[in-house]
């Protein structure tokens, strides 16, 4: 199933991609990419030979009814691993350990360091627990990625794809080994987190935002409270003054 969706999103779309020679023909990477779109987790596995694991959350596997198994069915083709985001910290533990596995398997895992897609197409803080922690427990080389116009294709809340070529760049392979085991080290992680965003950067072009991508959703969603709240006290203030005008000329009509 994942040759067939990966076929049919090729010649539909047409990506364009630099860089195919950085990934290794066999053994373990992991693909650190920035993440601009639903979609960026079907068009580098579209575009590589080998198969690659990213990880979705585990209700795209669980729901019910022909909608829920076509769905699983789906997400299971393109190489996605499910995993329970229930918890505070159950996501991300649930991540590591995956990413782990994968890596012990000798296979390519694929993940986002922003923790969610971009809200604006800029490149944000990558966080320092998944990729620094699976990359110094396991050793294994981390390519950087560059997905490049997917947020056109389909931006979100858009469910039917606008059709024009995505690009994808893909980087040398960066050496973490020097700090394996140090997972702990809660400054080596951001190191390392902090090197891997910078290459990202650089092949992507992106603007660089030093906060989380999940502050600035929350910053984004409560500037537009905001302006829906003060833009309903303008409305009701408008109506009261119409409400007082009407009120006024009813008395001078009567005065008449």
């Known amino acids: 199933m994942k040759f067939s969706i990966g076929g049919s999103l090729k010649l539909a779309f047409r990506p364009w991609v630099e860089g195919l020679e950085n990934i290794p023909a066999e053994g373990p990477a992991i693909l650190a990419s920035n993440h601009l779109s639903f979609s960026d987790s079907f068009f580098l596995p579209a575009v590589l030979d080998r198969k690659v694991t990213f990880i979705a959350k585990a209700e795209y596997f669980t729901s019910p009814g022909v909608k829920g198994k076509l769905t699983a069915a789906f997400f299971k083709g393109v190489g996605q691993l499910p995993v329970d985001r229930s918890g505070a910290r159950g996501a991300g533990e649930a991540a590591i350990k995956s ?32 990729l620094a922690r699976v990359a110094l427990a396991t050793g294994a080389p981390v390519i950087p990625v560059a997905m490049i116009d997917t947020e056109k294709i389909q931006p979100p809340g858009k469910v039917v794809p606008k059709l024009m070529r ?83 000329g009813g008395k001078t009509d009567g005065g008449e």
């Not at 969610?116 to 320092?128: C, E, H, Q």
């Not at 910053?219 to 203030?237: G, L, N, S, V």
């Open 99 to 130: 990413g782990i596995e994968v890596i012990e398997r000798g296979e390519l895992f694929g993940i986002y360091p922003e923790g969610t897609r971009s809200p604006d197409g800029r490149l944000y803080r990558g966080k320092p627990g998944g």
């Open 166 to 248: 995505p690009g994808i760049r893909i980087g040398k392979p960066l050496d973490f080994s020097r700090y394996q085991g140090m997972e702990g080290d809660r400054f080596i992680l951001r190191s390392v987190t902090d090197e891997v965003m910078y290459e990202i950067m650089k092949l992507s072009g992106q603007e660089y935002v030093d906060i989380y991508a999940t502050a600035a959703k929350r910053q984004i969603a409560d500037a537009e409270k905001a302006e829906k709240a003060e833009k309903a006290e303008a409305e009701k203030a408008e109506k009261a003054e119409k409400a007082a005008k009407t009120a006024r």
